[in-house]
């Protein structure tokens, strides 16, 4: 192996030793601990242990956390009513619709998305706060990018000048990671699913971040010499493995960086959540 590896555990660490800190400084100074809450509704076995995994990193933290589990045959009113509820309590500061909802719902995501309030929109979902990152105000930003950026910035990565190259163009990561990128001046190129000659582009990037939800697609063929490779994919093998969206054991002898999977950004996630979480309960104070 000729890569940098770049362990999730070592950077998630330091970002909640400085989300910790937080709330620690804003209890002293405000008496207020932050709070959030995450609605679950049905029973997807993934979201019930990415859920406790937010739960229990609350704990570590000092966050209040709540887990409101609702049934998978919860009404669309029912649900908005929940969002309105946890709108006005004072105690809550950050609201976080865990995601996927049950089919019956998954028509009607963005709306329950837009319910929640700007102020509370930990996931940094809402139109307001996609708004906000896209003319430069970073304020509750999408939590798997800012995880990546922040990544990149504590491993001493240059992102200036930097050529970087963006597969996927969801907006819950690859929109964001492209404002995130540009607003540190790099040059930035967006590829999907319609881009021709896609390894043209991709052997360009000094910073290669590929986010498309497919196992080992990205191989050492697109990836220049040197090159940081971010991989944010998930994907479960027919054996049960899990594996990335870069097919890891080939790239990482022609990358100069790359981060494994699991244990790369998905680490990051939770630890910008309870940033986030802090930030909201910070700004709302002071109203
Ligand atoms: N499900 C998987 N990842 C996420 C996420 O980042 N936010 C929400 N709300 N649901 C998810």
Request: proline residues 5%; positive net charge.
């Amino acid at each position: 192996m000729t890569a940098r590896l770049l362990e999730g555990k070592v950077f998630a660490a330091q970002l909640k030793e400085q989300a910790k800190a937080d709330a620690l400084q804003l209890k002293a100074k405000t008496g207020v601990t932050p709070g959030l809450a995450v609605i679950i509704v049905g029973d997807n076995p993934a979201s019930q242990v990415y859920v406790a995994n937010k739960h229990k990193a609350c704990e570590e933290l000092g966050i209040y956390s709540e887990v409101i589990r609702m049934s998978e045959h919860t009404s669309k009113s029912q649900l908005l009513a929940q969002i309105e509820q946890l709108n006005l309590r004072k105690d809550i500061h950050g609201i976080l619709l865990q995601l996927p909802l049950p089919d019956a719902l998954k028509a009607d995501e963005a709306e329950f998305l837009y319910a929640i309030s700007p102020d509370k929109d930990v996931d940094g979902f809402h139109p307001v706060n996609v708004g906000r990152l896209s003319i430069g105000q970073e304020y509750l930003v999408p939590c798997t990018p800012y995880g990546c950026i922040r990544m990149l910035e504590l491993a001493g990565i240059p992102l200036e000048g930097s050529r970087a190259v963006i597969v996927g163009r969801s907006n819950i990561v690859g929109k964001p990671m492209a404002q995130l990128l540009l607003a540190r001046n790099a040059t930035v190129t967006i590829c999907h699913s319609r881009t021709k000659n896609l390894s043209e582009v991709t052997k360009e990037a000094d910073i290669l971040i590929v986010a498309i939800g497919k196992a080992k697609f990205l191989t050492a063929d697109m990836v220049k010499p040197g090159a940081v490779v971010i991989d944010v994919g998930i994907n479960r093998l027919p054996d049960r493995k899990l594996v990335g969206d870069v097919d890891f054991e080939t790239v990482k002898e022609v990358a100069g960086a790359i981060t494994p999977v699991p244990g790369g950004v998905g680490l990051l996630t939770i630890a910008v959540l309870l940033q986030n979480a802090v930030t909201a309960a910070r700004a709302l104070q002071k109203r």
